[in-house]
């Protein structure tokens, strides 16, 4: 009976052992998983964190190469927005949001004097809205059709233009050197940031068979910095019949109204191109720049996760995108959500 006794009393205490063991055990290892839980946790939301940003500096660093480029990345992102599904074949989506400053301001004088006037394409190849139509191009502006060129202009700039544009040659179907006669109308103006047209601006002549070429200027006022415009119209361009020596150059139908084929962007002043220029009044020395504040948010399955926010200056800027760019980022800023 005393060694009855005696293993129930020893058994029973092995059972409180084993139950005080499973008791400790289950005040460390419960604290311990839940460590282990949130440690798995926070491991995921880093990862994804940091792929987030890496596709967003991606994006970033993307824009800040078109930037170096001379690519004005406010129309751009217009035209053909830098938002991106699944950018670079990554599980993260990229909204990209331009803001534009259209700043434009003296910089200081480069050792060794001024760069000279700066030539900007007026839009030979491209149009400036965001809803481009080939016909409105100056390179084949259509019969009737009005081509827009916006810029910022500093106060105290002259700004020049020059179009020179002609008729498709043709030659006629029996061609004994006869070409189709043709005449060149066309008028050119400037217009301030409300559209209306500056006195003394307007320009317009029509030529037969030979390019027509028109220059306007205008000198902008000290303290009148704004966005400014040269307008471009083909008023009436048109073909005729040709006769001589008893043959007929029908030009493939007679009297047609056509396009005005004008003559590439070069920068240059001489005139049997197309181009504008600004430059001060001394000499046509002018230092411009132009600002852009850029964001880009990547997300994940409609979460967003990261947005770096970074504000360029440009130099000379899209305005002279032909030049050396300085590109200068004086803030970078990383948002987590």
């Known amino acids: 009976m005393r060694n009855g006794i005696y293993m129930k009393s020893k058994n029973g205490q092995i059972f409180v052992l084993a139950l005080l063991v499973m008791a400790i055990g289950l005040i460390i290892i419960s604290p311990m998983l839940h460590y282990l839980d949130n440690s798995q946790e926070r491991y995921i939301i880093a990862i994804k964190r940091t792929n987030a940003y890496y596709t967003a500096d991606a994006m970033m660093t993307y824009i800040l190469n078109d930037v170096a480029r001379g690519v004005d990345i406010y ?20 909204d990209v949001y331009v803001e534009e400053s259209p700043t434009t301001g003296p910089l200081p004088t480069p050792a060794g004097g001024g760069t000279g006037w700066i030539y900007m394409d007026p839009g030979y190849a491209s149009c400036n809205t965001s809803t481009c139509n080939e016909s409105l191009f100056l390179e084949n502006l259509a019969y009737g059709a009005t081509h827009q060129f916006p810029f910022y202009v500093v106060g105290g700039s002259t700004i020049e233009a020059n179009w020179c544009f002609d008729d498709e ?7 004994y050197g006869f070409k ?28 037969t068979s030979q390019p027509l070429r028109l220059q306007t ?14 307008f471009f119209r083909n008023d009436n361009s048109y073909r005729v019949q040709v006769t001589a020596g008893g043959w007929i150059c029908d030009c493939t139908g007679g009297n047609q109204d056509r396009a005005a084929y004008s003559e590439p962007f070069v920068a ?9 220029r600004i430059g001060d009044e001394e000499g046509g020395d002018t230092y411009n720049y132009k600002d852009y504040l850029v964001t880009a948010t990547a997300s994940r399955d409609g979460e967003d996760i990261v947005t770096i926010t970074a504000y360029f200056r440009h130099s000379p800027g899209p305005s002279a995108r032909w030049k050396p760019q300085t590109v200068v980022i004086p803030t970078w800023a990383v948002t987590y959500y």
Request: glycine share 8%; hydrophobic share 30%.
């Open 75 to 94: 129309n751009n992102n217009i035209s053909t927005a830098y938002s991106a599904d699944g950018y670079m074949s990554s599980e993260y989506d990229i």
């Open 169 to 175: 040659s043709l030659n006629c179907a029996w061609d």
């Open 180 to 207: 189709c006669a043709y005449y060149c109308k066309g008028s050119m103006w400037m217009a301030y940031e409300n559209g209306s047209t500056i006195p003394g601006t307007f320009v317009n002549g029509s030529n």
């Open 217 to 230: 200027n205008y000198s902008v006022p000290e303290g009148a910095s704004m966005n400014y415009s040269v």
């Open 268 to 276: 240059t002043d001489n005139t049997s191109f197309t181009w504008v």
